[in-house]
């Protein structure tokens, strides 16, 4: 029942920024913590971020610390992903993915099978 949409992506430079955007649908968003995922051609679905309901906890892969932030507006239903000095191995189509789940460690943040609801993701290319 839950739906995912993402947007922001597209064609960047080297060293650029953008800011990708998640919006769900419903009522119930403050029920899930929310998290982006990426997958580039030829390679498997890897965690970027996670953020908790009320935005307490934030989680990130060491591959984007420092370069990437993750937040979420609750009033709008939006979770964002603000991408700073992108290199081109962040090329991707990046998700957004919903948990109603609770997680106390790092590594279980990273395992996408415990999202419940995905997005159809947004292309992000990052030219050298």
């Known amino acids: 029942q839950v739906r995912l949409a993402e947007s922001g992506g597209g064609l960047v430079q080297a060293g650029g920024s953008l800011r990708l955007s998640c919006a769900a649908s419903?009522?119930?968003?403050?029920?899930?913590?929310m998290g982006w995922f990426r997958q580039a051609p030829g390679k498997e679905r890897e965690f970027v971020a996670r953020?908790?309901?009320?935005?307490?906890?934030?989680y990130y892969a060491d591959s984007v610390k420092g370069r990437f932030t993750i937040s979420r507006d609750n009033a709008r239903n939006t979770v964002y992903l603000q991408m700073h000095s992108l290199k081109p191995e962040d090329t991707a189509v990046y998700y957004c993915a919903a948990d109603q789940g609770i997680v106390t460690s790092a590594t279980a943040a990273r395992y996408a099978p415990r999202y419940d609801y995905w997005g159809q993701g947004t292309q992000v290319t990052v030219s050298s």
């Open positions: 953020i908790s309901r009320s935005a307490g906890f934030t």
């Open positions: 419903g009522r119930t968003f403050t029920n899930y913590a």
